[in-house]
Nanobody, 123 residues
Framework: EVQLVESGGDLVQAGGSLRLSCAVS????????IGWFRQAPGKEREGVSC??????YVADSVKGRFTISRDNGKNTVFLEMNGLKPEDTAVYYC??????????????????WGQGTQVTVSS
């Protein structure tokens, strides 16, 4: 059974940093794409970053501030967030899709989702 569990969300002041984790089980990273998404109150879910194999992609809205990485030994994907802004406040989700040869910022493309972790940035 594929499972994704996010953690690391917190309340932080503007300019601060957080590292989100997405612990995955039920599959290996080979052939799987992993994406990070976020959804702010009253807004649609948006793609933030994704990875597949050695490729890494970050949305323009967070470029230069957010970094995605993974630890194969721990079966965990990370989202390092620096220079946080109040507009980064959202529930952050990780998602996965198997038999992939690329990753995407389209949420409908992903098969599996975690439960989300809340990030709140105060001004």
């Amino acid at each position: 059974e594929v499972q994704l569990v996010e953690s690391g969300g917190d309340l932080v002041q503007a300019g601060g940093s957080l590292r989100l984790s997405c612990a995955v089980s039920g599959f290996s990273f080979d052939g799987y794409a992993i994406g990070w998404f976020r959804q702010a109150p009253g807004k649609e879910r948006e793609g933030v970053s994704c990875l597949f194999s050695s490729a890494r992609y970050v949305a323009d809205s967070v470029k230069g501030r957010f970094t995605i990485s993974r630890d194969n030994g721990k079966n965990t994907v990370f989202l390092e967030m620096n220079g946080l802004k109040p507009e980064d406040t959202a529930v952050y989700y990780c998602a996965a899709r198997g038999y992939a040869d690329f990753c995407s910022f389209y949420e409908s493309w992903y098969e599996y989702w975690g439960q989300g972790t809340q990030v709140t940035v105060s001004s």
